[in-house]
């Protein structure tokens, strides 16, 4: 009997752990953090890697983000019960409570604020109240703003760009302790431009808009039944929605050169760059030709592939 209280103890303990894994979208959360560190190295004054830093960057990044994930769930718990692909989450599934949810959120989401703040301070600044603050504005900004907006207008993906990409702002201010993109990071001896941080920003943010479109252009079907208005046109997938793809790509191109530009990184990475937003554009007007499913699956995947490709190369290509 004792055997089996303790294998029916295990099974439901693994369970729990599954089920906040799922709360906080453990996979799409690691996306989100990955972005935040590489920027976070990417930063002139991040020369030799201490994995501890880097470790709890990650901690905070996910305490963070899978606080603003859980917060979503809770609040989608009757929105997410009618669509196939988010029916088994564990709030829409009755096996987590809102209120659990909503507690789960508040102590991650405060912790890593707090993790953002203490363990990146400053010598010169002390507590890193940019790095924190900007952390708690994406955390309300996607949790109380985009995810109510998702059902009002689709300018909610406008919206839900800014946290999608202020990771990559957080992780070069938890580095620098400098918001101002005018000011200047000392490193080595050198002076670099603190612009490098929005750069990052920009390029992130503006990915978001044929990566974001072609997902709700193959999950259109489950999102109209939910209510979601995420594509720009009324109408569902149409040839806007497709230019509008095109347009966010093209304006990747020179955003892609300002990393060299500012001295961030050299001549190798802004080819890869420039390469990759011209794939972008390609998948985008295929798109725009073909008009199908296919063809938006072709922009998601192409999406997926290019962000580690960029911030990698850059990371890989960076002067210090």
């Not at 960057?57 to 692909?85: C, H, P, Y």
């Not at 500012?262 to 725009?288: A, D, E, H, K, P």
């Amino acid at each position: 009997m004792a055997e089996t209280n303790r294998g029916s103890t295990s099974f439901s303990l693994a369970s729990k752990v599954k089920d906040y894994f799922q709360l906080i979208k453990f996979t799409l959360s690691f996306t989100v953090v990955f972005s935040c560190v590489i920027c976070y190295l990417l930063a002139p004054n991040v020369v030799d890697y201490d994995w501890w830093t880097i470790f709890l960057l990650f901690v905070a990044g996910m305490l963070v983000t899978g606080s603003a994930n859980a917060i979503n769930q809770a609040v989608e718990k009757d929105t997410d019960a009618v669509m196939k692909r988010t029916a088994s989450r564990p709030v829409a599934g009755g096996r987590m409570s809102q209120e659990e949810a909503y507690i789960f959120a508040a102590i991650t989401g405060l912790t890593g604020v707090v993790m953002m703040g203490w363990f990146f301070r400053s010598a010169e600044n002390g507590f890193n109240w940019n790095a924190a603050l900007l952390s708690a504005f994406s955390l309300f900004l996607y949790a109380f703003i985009y995810t109510p907006l998702k059902k009002i207008n689709s300018i909610a993906v406008l919206v839900g760009a800014f946290p999608g990409a202020l990771p990559c702002l957080i992780g070069w201010v938890a580095a620098t302790n400098l918001l101002n993109p005018m000011g200047e990071v000392m490193a080595n001896g050198k002076t670099f431009s603190n612009a490098g941080g929005w750069v990052l920003f920009a390029i992130q943010f503006l990915w978001q808009f044929p990566h974001f479109w072609a997902i709700a252009w193959v999950a259109h079907g489950d999102y109209s039944k939910a209510g979601f208005k995420l594509l720009p046109a009324d109408k569902g997938p149409t040839r806007f929605t497709a230019i509008q793809g095109i347009m966010y790509s093209v304006l990747m191109i020179p955003v892609g050169i300002l990393p060299y530009y500012f001295g961030m990184t050299g001549q190798v990475s802004m080819w890869i760059l420039i390469l990759c937003n011209l794939f972008m554009v390609f998948q985008s007007v295929r798109l725009y030709k073909e008009m199908n499913a296919k063809a938006a699956r072709r922009v998601m995947f192409s999406s997926y592939i290019y962000l580690p490709i960029v911030l990698l190369s850059l990371l890989a290509d960076k002067i210090r």
